[in-house]
């Protein structure tokens, strides 16, 4: 079950707190998060998430808002592995952005990359190289990158632009290289 307008909108007051730094993830990159933690090699349990998300400053907030962004969590999260398991195409929230499109795509990205800075090690355990390309599109998107390469890269509209088409199914890759044996 997808996250309500509601729902988005109480977690979002939530990720713009004042308390959280000006860079703390939206609902867009809480997206990306729990998508590394549900396609990634090592799952990301919910009080991580937290820890990522709010730094060590989870207290400062009412259990009634804890309560409401781990509920949040867990319906991404569900949403998510039924479209896994059903063979579904992984729906991702800014592919039904107009408005603020490229920022969206952005701010997924980065949440991605975040679940990936976790346990980067994790991600790299399998096969450096496979792991690589397979983030490739990601880790492009995300603008965290800036060497002589990557801006090779981001300066390719077409293949930027590919990159956008293909995180969908890139996930589903990304799923069974490191959960099939």
Known sequence: M????????????????????????????????????IFGPISINIDTIQTIVFGNKPTQFSQDQLNHFNHCVELISQEL??????????????????????????????????????HEKSWFGKGEDVAAELLLPIMALSGLFDSNEFQEIIKN???M??????????????????HSD
């Open 161 to 178: 632009s590919q990159f956008e088409e293909i995180i969908p199914e890139q996930l589903v890759d990304i799923f069974l290289f490191y």
């Open 2 to 37: 997808a996250l309500s307008e509601q729902d988005i909108e109480k977690l979002e007051d939530l990720l713009f707190s004042e308390d959280l730094e000006e860079e703390a993830l939206d609902y867009f990159g809480l997206h990306g998060l729990v998508s590394a933690a």
């Open 157 to 159: 509209d077409k293949l």
């Open 81 to 118: 592995l039924e479209e896994l398991n059903l063979g579904e195409d992984i729906s991702l929230p800014f592919l039904e952005e107009e408005a603020h499109y490229e920022a969206c795509l952005e701010s997924w990205c980065v949440g991605f990359m975040e679940g990936f800075f976790f």
